[in-house]
Nanobody, 125 residues
Framework: VQLQASGGGLVQAGGPLRLSCAAS????????MGWFRQAPGKEREFVAA????????IYADSVKGRFTISRDNAKNTVYLQMNSLKPEDTAVYYC???????????????????WGQGTQVTVSS
């Protein structure tokens, strides 16, 4: 499974940014997808996850109401729409997929097996 994240960049506080993650190598539509982020000197933290159908989502409290995760199974792509960005959102953002199908929406890095290469998001104040 290959995951390719893109869409990062430099944005002013309060602005929007949309990340994309293109998947290949297996039937994308069967699997949960997640986004995580890691700031310098900090552990990787959960951001959001979405069920295989897109019908269920969960978010970290820190991004709830500002970020939206979605997916297009026809395009094998998951998105993270980020609005009202804050300087504390600055991090490398990773998309991830678990090893097997699950009915749950896992929120810890250990529950995910496949990782994209990360895309840098920098929010200036």
């Amino acid at each position: 499974v290959q995951l390719q994240a893109s869409g990062g960049g430099l944005v002013q506080a309060g602005g929007p940014l949309r990340l994309s993650c293109a998947a290949s190598g297996r039937t994308f539509s069967y699997y949960v997808m997640g986004w995580f982020r890691q700031a310098p000197g900090k552990e990787r933290e959960f951001v959001a996850a979405i069920s295989w159908s897109g019908g269920a989502t969960i978010y970290a409290d820190s991004v709830k109401g500002r970020f939206t995760i979605s997916r297009d199974n026809a395009k094998n792509t998951v998105y993270l729409q980020m609005n009202s960005l804050k300087p504390e959102d600055t991090a490398v953002y990773y998309c991830a997929a678990p090893y097997s199908r699950t009915a749950d929406l896992p929120a810890t890095p250990a529950d995910y097996h496949y990782w994209g290469q990360g895309t840098q998001v920098t929010v200036s104040s």
